[in-house]
C-alpha cells in the first residue's frame, strides 16, 4: 500500500549497505582463512582506464600475499574493524533511522578453505550475534551470501568456479547460514553483482588467467559464471524449503548505457551492451540463457560444459526479486575518438550532457528512473535498489563533515525513484552504498569516503576510526522519517 503523501510505499526499505571484506578486518581471528579479498593490495596513481589490469591478480601476487607479513599492503585485512564495533555501528544505524542494512557473510569465516569438516563455530557465532544485534534495533538484515570473499584455498586448488566441486562447496555452506539463521533472515542474495565475474574474475569467482589452459581464459570465466548460475538456483531452492517466507534476490550490476548519437552503428553497438547486461538477470528471473547470447557464445566458439539436469534447475528455481547497483550510466560509440572514462570497473564513452564524480563516474540521477523503467517492464519482478551513492574525499572542518555534494547527489537520485515508482515500477527498498565508510572495493582505499558516518582512517591505516555524524547523516535520517516526502 502507498503512503498517500508520498510515491514511497507505506514500508518501503530505506538503509544502507557494507560488505564484509570491506568492513569487517579480523582478516585472521577466530578461525577465519584467507578469502581472495585479502589477497588485494593498495594501489595508488591507479590507470582508471585499464580496470583489468589493477583487479588482475598473479599467482606470483597471491604467494606474496600468502607469505608475506606485512598486512600493512592489504587495507581489507584491517576494514574499518566492524567486527569488534559493530554494536556501536548499528547503534549509528538505527539513529539515522535505518529500517533494513545489507551485509555479507565472509564465506571464508564459516568455512575458513571452503571445504572443511565442519563449520567454523566462532564464525557462525559472530554472525548470529550481528543479526540479533540489528533485529535488536529493528533493522531488517539483507545478506548477500558471496560478496567478493570467496575462500582463497579454491582459488588455489581449483581455479575458483571454474570446477564444478565449488557449486557443491558453495550450496553447503548456504544450505548452513539458511539452518543457522532462519529465524533471524527472510531477506537472501546470492551473489553481489554477479556480472562482475568478467570484469573481474578473480575478485569475484577467484579466477586466474595463469591458470587456464592457453586460449580458454575467456571460456573458464564463462564456465565459472555457469556453476554460479546453478549454485544460485540450488542455494534458492534451499532458502525456499527451509525459511517459509523467505525471498531470494539476485544482484545486477545495472549499467545503463546510451547511444553516444544516433548514427545507426553507435545504436546497434548500444544495443548489444544492454543485451550483455540483461543476460545475467535473464537467466536467474526468466530461468535460461537467451538464444542472442546462446548464438554469441556460438559465434565465438565458446563451449559452456553443462552437466543433465542444470538446465532444469534454471528454470525450475528462479529468484523472487531483482537487486541491482547503480552509481552512473555510460554511452557507447563506435567512432576512434570516443573519449572512453572510467565507471564502476567500466569502461564507457563520456556523455558531454554528465557531471562526473572525482573518479570520473558521470553522475545521472535519470539514468536511475530509467534502469527502474527498464528492469520492471522486462521483468515484472520487485526491485531493489541495493547499492548507489558517491565517492567523495571528505574533510573535516571544526569537527564536522560538510558534504552537502552527497546530499544533493541523493536527493536527485530519490526523486527521480519517487517518479519511477508513481509510474508503476514497484520498488521494495533501498540501500545507499556505503552507509559508513569502508575499504573501496575497486581502488582498495579509505579516502574514497561514501558514507554518511565518517570513519578517522586514511589509506596507509593511520586515525583512531573514531566515527563522526557527516551533514548527510541528519539529512537521511529526516528522509526515513519522512518516508522520502522531505527532501530539503
Same mark, same amino acid.
Given at each position: ?62 604467494? *606474496? ?22 554494536? *556501536? ?50 533493522? %531488517? ?93 540450488? $542455494?534458492?531452492?534451499?532458502?525456499? $524449503? ?45 530461468? &535460461? ?5 546462446? /548464438? ?59 557531471? &562526473? ?53 541523493? /536527493?536527485?537520485?530519490? %526523486? ?73
Amino acid at each position: 500500500m502507498k503512503d498517500t503523501q508520498s510515491g514511497f510505499p507505506e514500508h518501503f526499505l530505506w538503509g544502507g549497505a557494507i560488505a564484509a571484506n570491506q568492513a569487517e578486518g579480523a582478516w585472521n581471528l577466530d578461525g577465519k582463512g584467507p578469502s581472495v579479498a585479502d589477497a588485494i593490495t593498495y594501489k595508488a596513481n591507479l590507470d582508471l582506464t585499464n580496470y583489468e589490469g589493477h583487479m588482475a591478480l598473479s599467482d606470483q601476487n597471491i604467494d *606474496d600475499a600468502l607469505n608475506g607479513h606485512n598486512d600493512a599492503l592489504y587495507p581489507k585485512r584491517r576494514g574499518i574493524d566492524f567486527y569488534h564495533r559493530y554494536k *556501536d555501528d548499528l547503534a549509528l544505524f538505527a539513529e539515522m533511522g535505518c529500517k533494513v542494512l545489507r551485509v555479507s557473510i565472509a564465506w571464508a569465516r564459516i568455512f575458513p578453505t571452503g571445504e572443511d569438516a565442519e563449520p567454523n563455530e566462532a564464525g557462525l557465532q559472530f554472525y548470529e550475534d550481528l543479526f540479533r544485534e540489528m533485529r535488536k534495533h529493528q533493522i %531488517e538484515p539483507l545478506v548477500t551470501l558471496s560478496h567478493y570473499e570467496m575462500p582463497l584455498v579454491l582459488s588455489e586448488k581449483y581455479n575458483g568456479w571454474v570446477h564444478r566441486n565449488v557449486v557443491d562447496a558453495f550450496v553447503r555452506y548456504s544450505n548452513v547460514c539458511f539452518d543457522r539463521y532462519k529465524d533471524l533472515v527472510r531477506y537472501w542474495l546470492t551473489f553481489n553483482e554477479i556480472d562482475s565475474i568478467h570484469r573481474h574474475p578473480f575478485t569475484t569467482a577467484g579466477i586466474r588467467h595463469e591458470k587456464s589452459a592457453p586460449g580458454r581464459e575467456t571460456r573458464d570465466v564463462y564456465q565459472g559464471l555457469h556453476h554460479q548460475f546453478v549454485a544460485s538456483a540450488l $542455494a534458492t531452492r534451499d532458502c525456499h $524449503a527451509k525459511i517459509p517466507g523467505s525471498q531470494v534476490g539476485c544482484m545486477l550490476t545495472k549499467l545503463t548505457t546510451y547511444p553516444r548519437t544516433c548514427h545507426p552503428a553507435d545504436v546497434e553497438a548500444t544495443l548489444k551492451k544492454n543485451i550483455e547486461n540483461y543476460f545475467y538477470t535473464d537467466v536467474q528471473i526468466r530461468g &535460461a540463457y537467451p538464444p542472442l547470447i546462446k /548464438r554469441d557464445l556460438e559465434l565465438r566458439g565458446i563451449q559452456i560444459e553443462m552437466q543433465p539436469g542444470d538446465e532444469d534447475i534454471l528454470r525450475q528455481y528462479t529468484v523472487d526479486f531483482l537487486s541491482f547497483s547503480y552509481y552512473m550510466s555510460l554511452t557507447e560509440s563506435t567512432q576512434p575518438d570516443a573519449e572512453r572514462i572510467a565507471g564502476n570497473t567500466v569502461l564507457g564513452v563520456k556523455n558531454p550532457y554528465l557531471p &562526473a564524480s572525482e573518479w570520473g563516474w558521470q553522475i545521472d540521477p535519470v539514468g536511475l528512473k530509467i534502469s527502474l523503467l527498464e528492469l520492471y517492464d522486462r521483468y515484472q519482478k520487485p526491485l531493489f535498489i541495493v547499492e548507489n551513492g558517491l565517492g567523495a574525499k571528505d574533510s573535516i572542518e571544526d569537527g564536522k563533515i560538510h558534504d552537502g555534494y552527497r546530499i544533493d547527489y541523493f /536527493r536527485s537520485h530519490f %526523486e527521480q525513484m519517487e517518479q519511477a515508482i508513481n509510474e508503476g515500477v514497484e520498488l521494495m527498498g533501498f540501500t545507499s552504498w556505503g552507509t559508513i565508510d569502508i575499504i573501496s572495493a575497486g581502488t582498495s582505499q579509505m579516502t574514497k569516503r561514501y558514507g554518511f558516518i565518517y570513519v578517522d582512517q586514511d589509506d596507509d591505516g593511520n586515525g583512531s576510526l573514531a566515527r563522526l555524524r557527516k551533514d548527510s547523516f541528519w539529512w537521511y535520517k529526516k528522509v526515513i522519517a519522512s518516508n522520502g516526502r522531505d527532501l530539503d
